[in-house]
């Protein structure tokens, strides 16, 4: 018989050992894998960074700053832009601004200006003369760039983004006025003075400042419409507007931007707070919503899974956005639908940022139409001052003589249409549907229905 006796576990002792269990696992295995998932990431990231740069593009907020460097202070516009902004009178509101392009819809499309209507344009030069003065000096330098810090990444302030949106307005009515008095070069130096003023935002690599620019053009095109329709310019006069509308054109914008806002999207990343802030699903769970969110990312890692998600997203899109804009739409498009489908039910900030960026490429084609129709535009009334007032019957009748092509249409990769009847002509791209529609413009009444993108003379 064994007289030994087995040595009795009390309860106490099991609960010690998983006690001691437990803490290992809290405090030792847990913290390495955690540790050794960073790590992972973090070479991961690098490598990534160093993928990014390889191809020419900016990884960093150091890289955005050494790819846009500041120009010599003689030589930058920027500083007689912000003078510019000062000067300009309380007066130069969006509110008179809009009254004014309403009042000028509504006129007679013949005959002179309600001479009501006339002095308050006038009115609203001269009480914004200075600021008129310093657009036009400014539009004479060779450089710009206004005082940006990249490293502040989504909080960065961009104040002069209105700014130009308004004097793009204010130099719109300057051309309407002077087209109005048959003052031909003041109009065109006003075209040129607005069309600088947005390409003071040419170079800066975010989203929001080339979507400012495109929205400067849509003003500036709009004025020249009108002043074509109202006065005639003479051959000098019209090929130097052609080449101002031709200056304007930058299809490196697209993935200037995207690139750019790669970096200022990265650097959320680590301040995660910037994007949950605006996620109505965060701020549900309250005052502390986002901060305790934030901190549940970092501490699971999710935050370095979703960094990883997003470089890859915007790997595909910033590739896309490099092939012509006809084909990068479908594309990004598509992006947009997968990025939907695989959306998670954690709050993700590749989900919060990236949908708007896969639809920016219809602006960008939407500018680069506008633009090219005013051209071909230019181009028939050219071609008017030959031909005894006739127009073309073909828009391919003014190639070679007074275009090097007929530009293609960003949405479907064809020519730009062109109609005329008896009232005038259109030059038009079928804009985001795809459809022909014969050159049909926008307006309230037909909201909803098949719309052309229109440069109507």
Same mark, same amino acid.
């Given at each position: ?174 051309? $309407?006025? *002077? &087209? #109005? @008095? ?7 130096? =006003?075209?040129?003075?607005? +069309? /600088? ?47 101002? $509308?031709? *200056? &304007? #054109? @930058? ?7 995207? =690139?750019?806002?790669?970096? +200022? /999207? ?61 084909? =990068? ?129």
């Amino acid at each position: 018989m064994d007289m030994r006796h087995k040595r009795r576990v009390y309860p106490w002792q099991r609960w010690r050992r998983r006690v001691i269990i437990g803490c290992l696992l809290v405090f030792v295995l847990l913290p390495a894998v955690l540790g050794g998932s960073t790590w992972h990431n973090q070479v991961a990231l690098e490598r990534e960074m160093h993928a990014i740069r390889a191809k020419g593009f900016p990884a960093s907020p150091a890289d955005l700053e050494k790819a846009y460097p500041l120009p010599p202070k003689e030589q930058n516009a920027a500083e007689i832009y912000q003078q510019s902004f000062q000067a300009q009178a309380k007066s130069a509101s969006n509110a008179l601004y809009e009254d004014m392009m309403k009042q000028l819809k509504d006129a007679p499309k013949r005959g002179p200006l309600d001479a009501a209507l006339h002095k308050l344009m006038t009115d609203y030069l001269q009480a914004n003369a200075e600021a008129l003065r310093l657009l036009h000096e400014a539009a004479g330098r060779p450089a710009n760039r206004y005082p940006l810090d990249f490293s502040e990444g989504f909080g960065m302030l961009l104040p002069h983004l209105a700014e130009l949106r308004q004097s793009a307005r204010l130099l719109e009515v300057e051309a $309407l006025v *002077a &087209a #109005e @008095d048959g003052d031909t070069r003041r109009a065109l130096d =006003a075209v040129a003075a607005a +069309l /600088a003023a947005a390409n003071s935002l040419r170079q800066e690599p975010i989203p929001v400042s080339q979507l400012t620019r495109i929205a400067c053009h849509d003003i500036t095109l709009e004025g020249v419409k009108w002043i074509m329709a109202r006065i005639s310019f003479s051959e000098e006069e019209l090929v130097r507007l052609g080449g101002m $509308l031709q *200056a &304007a #054109e @930058d299809p490196g914008a697209f993935t200037r931007a995207l =690139a750019g806002e790669r970096v +200022l /999207a990265l650097t959320a990343f680590d301040h995660p707070e910037q994007i949950l802030e605006g996620s109505p699903e965060v701020q549900s769970f309250g005052p502390v919503g986002v901060s305790a969110v934030a901190g549940l990312m970092r501490v699971t890692g999710t935050t370095d899974a979703d960094r990883r998600r997003f470089l890859a997203y915007m790997e595909d899109i910033v590739t896309a956005s490099q092939k012509p804009i006809w084909l =990068a739409i479908p594309l990004m498009e598509d992006m947009g639908r997968r990025l939907q489908a695989g959306q998670s039910w954690m709050p993700s900030v590749t989900d919060s940022m990236l949908p708007s960026f896969t639809r920016m490429g219809q602006s960008f084609a939407r500018d680069a139409a506008g633009i090219a129709a005013a051209e071909i535009a230019v181009a028939i009334e050219r071609y008017r001052l030959v031909h005894d007032n006739a127009v073309p019957d073909h828009v391919q009748d003014l190639v070679p003589a007074f275009l090097s092509a007929v530009s293609v249409d960003p949405f479907d990769g064809n020519p730009l249409r062109y109609h005329q009847d008896e009232t005038g002509y259109s030059v038009y791209s079928v804009g985001e549907d795809l459809r022909d529609d014969g050159g049909t413009e926008a307006t309230p009444q037909r909201r909803g229905h098949p719309q052309d993108l229109v440069f109507r003379v």
